[in-house]
């Protein structure tokens, strides 16, 4: 199981950093992602780390200002959000992907377990 952690509100050009804690698995063998979905749109990738922590992906709309890491003895991700828009006020979630991918994938139908999201809520 996967748990996202760590939204809440914040202004335009603030920081949040959200954890995505897991248990019930073999943690260190799975890719994780965070995804996101804004009020009324679909999903979308945000960024993604492979099993090991040393390849990661990011969309092209964050590069540069989120970073995702991860713990694998904590068996928690984290996703560091700085220069928050209110374009990216939306739920985010985490999933992991059961494959241990060299590189971790952007492709929403290749994750296999999902956690209940945390809404980030950015005020302009």
């Known amino acids: 199981q996967l748990q996202a952690c760590g939204g809440g509100l914040v202004q335009a050009g603030g920081s949040l950093r959200l954890s995505c804690t897991a248990s019930?698995?073999?943690?260190?063998?799975?890719?994780i992602g965070w995804f996101r979905q804004p009020p009324g749109k679909v999903r979308e990738f945000v960024a993604a780390?492979?099993?090991?922590?040393?390849?990661?992906h990011y969309a092209d709309s964050v590069k540069g200002r989120f970073t995702i890491a991860r713990d694998n003895g904590e068996m928690t991700a984290y996703l560091q959000m700085n220069s928050l828009r209110p374009d990216e006020t939306a739920v985010y979630y985490c999933?992991?992907?059961?494959?241990?991918?060299?590189?971790?994938?952007?492709?929403?139908?290749?994750?296999?377990?999902w956690g209940r999201g945390t809404l980030v809520t950015v005020s302009s």
């Open positions: 780390i492979n099993y090991n922590g040393l390849a990661v």
């Open positions: 019930g698995r073999t943690f260190s063998n799975v890719n």
């Open positions: 999933a992991a992907d059961g494959t241990p991918r060299s590189y971790p994938s952007s492709s929403i139908r290749l994750y296999d377990y």
